[in-house]
């Protein structure tokens, strides 16, 4: 007779408390963890109402669900099948209806299953995703320009060029208020060739990775490698201060995927997201 082992949930809206209870968990493993663990530590310097599920076997952790803001799709790390199981239920018990999920692609699709069989509802795979961690940079050759960190005097260009990043990408956040902290913390960059042409930004360091992300150049400055010179100097000055880089992209696009497996990141894991939609009164 083989026991089987009792999984526990906790829910807090506290992303302290989160990151406390799923320390273990999220460290095991900072690259493929670094989209909750660097989440957590931002919610944590700046609050934003949350909603927080960790998962334990045996007193330890074993996974996270993470939902802030609280209409987003709800993010997930990855999870053995029973510990996605009990995440349902105990999502499900507190009376949320989540928008969605994004998250390593078996697990989302466990959860996606899961979650359908208990609402009756519907979920539709879209964006797949893979995750990229810088292994060995190469420096792209003969593009002008050079690497500045975005200033105060950059912020409305910044807005701007996130918005057509949100256009581009699907993506609905709060462009005013992210620009502006990350321009103050120093995390945005432009690539500079009489003119801005390119930016990208990253994260605050979570176990010493980075996110590199925001990575955009408007239309009328593409084809030019703009974009590929950005990344590598950004990465080259993150390198330099003892950080691992990684980052995200859309399976969908061939021109982003090829582009940083030239500047030397390779694919470490793979994700997906679901979108829910409930019957009326379900």
């Known amino acids: 007779m083989i026991d089987r082992v009792v999984t526990t949930v906790l829910f807090t809206d506290r992303p302290e408390a989160a990151l406390e209870a799923a320390h273990e968990h999220l460290v095991s493993q900072p690259v493929v963890h670094n989209l909750v663990l660097s989440l957590l530590h931002a919610r944590a310097r700046h609050f934003e109402p949350g909603r927080y599920w960790v998962a334990a076997q045996d007193g330890r952790p074993r996974g996270v669900v993470f939902q ?30 989540l928008p969605g999920v994004i998250g390593e692609a078996r697990t989302a699709a466990r959860f996606a299953g899961q979650w359908t069989e208990r609402h009756g509802a519907a979920a539709a795979p879209s964006d797949g995703q893979r995750i990229y961690e810088l292994i060995r940079l190469v420096q792209p050759a003969d593009v002008r320009g050079h690497l500045r ?134």
């Open 68 to 97: 802030s803001p609280e209409h987003f799709r709800a993010a997930l790390t990855p999870m053995a099948d029973d510990v996605v199981d009990a995440m349902v239920d105990a999502v499900v018990e507190t009376g949320v209806r």
């Open 149 to 282: 960190q975005a200033g105060a005097d950059d912020r409305e260009l910044v807005v701007k060029w996130m918005h057509g990043f949100d256009t581009d990408t699907g993506e609905h956040s709060d462009v005013g208020a992210i620009a502006g902290r990350r321009i103050a913390a120093g995390n945005f960059w432009l690539w500079d060739d009489d003119g801005p042409r390119s930016m990208a930004a990253h994260t605050e360091p979570a176990e010493r990775v980075v996110r590199v992300q925001a990575v955009y150049t408007p239309p009328e400055h593409r084809n030019r490698g703009y974009s590929g010179a950005c990344v590598s100097a950004l990465s080259a000055r993150l390198l330099d201060r003892g950080l691992r880089c990684m980052l995200y992209t859309d399976l969908g696009n061939p021109v982003s995927n090829s582009l940083y497996r030239r500047l030397g990141y390779r694919a470490v894991a793979e994700g997906l997201r679901y979108d829910f939609t409930y019957r009326s009164g379900g």
